[in-house]
C-alpha cells in the first residue's frame, strides 16, 4: 500500500519563506510525475508545481520566480520550497505523485493528507 506523508507547512509572515515535502512510502514499482496542489476555502485545487521524471518543470503563473519544486529520487520525495510568501498563498497544500505500485499496475495518482500553509502579519 502506497503512503505520502506531508511535513513543513504552517504560520508565516509575508515575505516569509516555507519548505513543503512529500515522501513516498510502500510497494512502489515507479514514480512517473510529482506535483503540488493548493487549495484555498471557497476555491477549487488548483496546480502548484510539478515535475516529471526526468526533471522538467511546470509552475502555476502565481508562483513563478518564487516557488521551487524539486525530487530527490532515491528517497521517493519531492520538496516545494515557497519564498517571498504572500497572503493570497494561504491554502492547504497536497503532494501528488502519479506512480506504479507494481510492474503489473497501471499508473495511478495518490495524494497527501494536506497541510496548512498560512501568510499573515
Known amino acids: 500500500q502506497v503512503q505520502l506523508v506531508q511535513s513543513g507547512g504552517g504560520l508565516v509572515q509575508p515575505g516569509g519563506s516555507l519548505r513543503l515535502s512529500c515522501a513516498a512510502s510502500?510497494?512502489?514499482?515507479?514514480?512517473?510525475?510529482m506535483g503540488w496542489y493548493r487549495q484555498a476555502p471557497g476555491k477549487q485545487r488548483e496546480l502548484v508545481a510539478s515535475i516529471e521524471n526526468g526533471g522538467s518543470t511546470n509552475y502555476a503563473d502565481s508562483g513563478k520566480g518564487r516557488f521551487t519544486i524539486s525530487r530527490d529520487n532515491a528517497k521517493d520525495t519531492v520538496y516545494l520550497q515557497m519564498n517571498n510568501l504572500k497572503p493570497e498563498d494561504t491554502a492547504v497544500y497536497y503532494c501528488?505523485?502519479?506512480?506504479?505500485?507494481?510492474?503489473?499496475?497501471?499508473?495511478?495518482?495518490?495524494w497527501g493528507q494536506g497541510t496548512q500553509v498560512t501568510v499573515s502579519s
Open positions: 501528488n505523485f502519479l506512480l506504479r505500485p507494481g510492474i503489473y499496475s497501471s499508473p495511478t495518482t495518490y
Open positions: 510502500g510497494n512502489i514499482f515507479a514514480i512517473y510525475a
